[in-house]
Nanobody, 124 residues
Framework: VQLQASGGGLVQAGGSLRLSCAASGRTMSGYHMGWFRQVAGKERDFVTA????????YYADSVKGRFTISRDNAKNMVYLQMNSLKPEDTAVYYC??????????????????WGQGTLVTVSS
């Protein structure tokens, strides 16, 4: 599976962005999907995940209530709607696909495929 993330950019604090992740090569319907983010010099942090059916989601506490993950298996797309953005949300955001157990999806080590990342910058 090849993943391509897009939709990043510069936004003011309080604003919104919608990230997209397009899968190609094979259907992503058999994969749980996740979003991670990384600031230079720091570890890649879990943001959110959605199960392969799209009926279960999990969020990091730092984004709960502000971010929403969704997927459209027919279009091979995953989305991350980010509202009420804060400067501390600034990072490179990565989408990833996993066949691991649902309860192991917080760790980037349990993902099989990664997109190239898209930069989100939130100005204060």
């Amino acid at each position: 599976v090849q993943l391509q993330a897009s939709g990043g950019g510069l936004v003011q604090a309080g604003g919104s962005l919608r990230l997209s992740c397009a899968a190609s090569g094979r259907t992503m319907s058999g994969y749980h999907m996740g979003w991670f983010r990384q600031v230079a010099g720091k570890e890649r942090d879990f943001v959110t995940a959605i199960n392969w059916r799209g009926d279960s989601t999990y969020y990091a506490d730092s984004v709960k209530g502000r971010f929403t993950i969704s997927r459209d298996n027919a279009k091979n797309m995953v989305y991350l709607q980010m509202n009420s953005l804060k400067p501390e949300d600034t990072a490179v955001y990565y989408c990833a696909a996993s066949v691991s157990n649902w309860y192991r999806l917080k760790s980037p080590l349990n993902y099989d495929y990664w997109g190239q990342g898209t930069l989100v910058t939130v100005s204060s």
